[in-house]
C-alpha cells in the first residue's frame, strides 16, 4: 500500500534555530501534500496545502515566512520552521493523496514532535 | 465559513455498548467524507463515502453519508477496549481536507 514517511519523528531545538521536516511517498507520486499541526488533545489544524513546483497554500492565520513550505518533487515535501519559539511546540504531519484514492483517500505520514527549548 | 463540527466530543462506554459517532459539514465543492481512528500518532484510515445512503462496513464499524441533510454518521457495535481513540472526520472539499475536532471515546472494560 501507500507509505509516506516523515522525518524525523521526535526533535528538541533551541528558540531561534530552524527546524526542517520532510515527507515523502515512497511509492507513488503526490502532487499534493497537507501539512497539519497538532495540540495536545486536539484535532489536525491544516497549516498548508503544498503544491508539486508552485507555491504552497497557507490557510488563514498561519505565517508562510514563518513555516516554509517546499514542494520540489512528486515524492518530497518539505516544512521548515523557521526562528522556533516554544510556542511552535506541537506535533506536526503531513498527509498525501493516494494513489487509488478511490478507496483510501489519503495517507498520512507519522508525524513530527517538535520540541523548542 | 466552511466548517466540520463532530458531537459529541468525548464519550465513555462499557465495553459490549454501540456508540455512535456524528460529523456535519458546511462545506463548497464537497468531494468526500473520511473517518480516521487516531490513537497515538497518524490517524488510521476507516472509511470513504462519497455518495449518500450507501453504508460501508468493516467488522464492527461502519459509517454512512447523507448529502442532503450534510451529516456522516460512524457507528460501533460490541466495542471493545481496542477502541479506545480519538475518531476523526475529514470533508475534502476544493483542494483541501479539513478535520473536525474529534471525539474522544474511552471503553471501560
Known amino acids: 500500500g501507500a507509505v509516506v514517511s516523515q522525518h524525523p519523528s521526535r526533535v528538541i531545538c533551541k528558540s531561534g534555530t530552524s527546524v526542517k521536516i520532510e515527507c515523502r511517498s515512497l511509492?507513488?507520486?503526490?502532487?499534493?501534500m497537507f501539512w497539519y499541526r497538532q495540540f495536545p488533545k486536539q484535532s489536525l489544524m491544516l497549516m498548508a496545502t503544498?503544491?508539486?513546483?508552485?507555491?504552497?497554500?497557507?490557510e488563514q492565520g498561519v505565517e508562510k515566512d514563518k513555516f516554509l513550505i517546499n514542494h520540489a518533487s512528486l515524492t518530497l515535501s518539505t516544512l521548515t520552521v523557521t526562528s522556533a519559539h516554544p510556542e511552535d511546540s506541537s506535533f506536526y504531519i503531513c498527509?498525501?493523496?493516494?494513489?487509488?484514492?478511490?478507496?483510501?483517500?489519503?495517507?498520512f505520514g507519522s508525524g513530527t514532535r517538535l520540541t523548542v527549548v | 465559513e466552511d466548517k466540520v463540527v463532530q458531537s459529541p466530543l468525548s464519550l465513555v462506554v462499557h465495553e459490549g455498548d454501540t456508540v455512535t459517532l456524528n460529523c456535519s459539514y458546511e462545506?463548497?465543492?464537497?468531494?468526500?467524507l473520511l473517518w480516521y481512528k487516531q490513537e497515538k500518532k497518524a490517524p488510521t484510515f476507516l472509511f470513504m463515502l462519497?455518495?449518500?445512503?450507501i453504508e460501508k462496513k468493516s467488522g464492527r464499524l461502519s459509517s454512512i453519508l447523507d448529502k442532503k441533510e450534510l451529516f456522516s454518521i460512524l457507528n460501533i457495535t460490541a466495542t471493545q477496549t481496542g477502541d479506545s481513540a480519538i475518531y476523526l472526520c475529514?470533508?475534502?472539499?476544493?483542494?483541501?481536507?479539513?478535520f473536525g475536532a474529534g471525539t474522544i471515546l474511552r471503553v471501560k472494560s
Open positions: 503544498s503544491n508539486e513546483g508552485s507555491k504552497a497554500t497557507y
Open positions: 475529514a470533508v475534502e472539499y476544493g483542494n483541501k481536507l479539513v
Open positions: 511509492d507513488f507520486q503526490a502532487t499534493t
Open positions: 462545506v463548497t465543492n464537497f468531494r468526500s
Open positions: 498527509s498525501a493523496e493516494t494513489s487509488g484514492r478511490a478507496n483510501y483517500g489519503y495517507t
Open positions: 462519497t455518495s449518500s445512503g
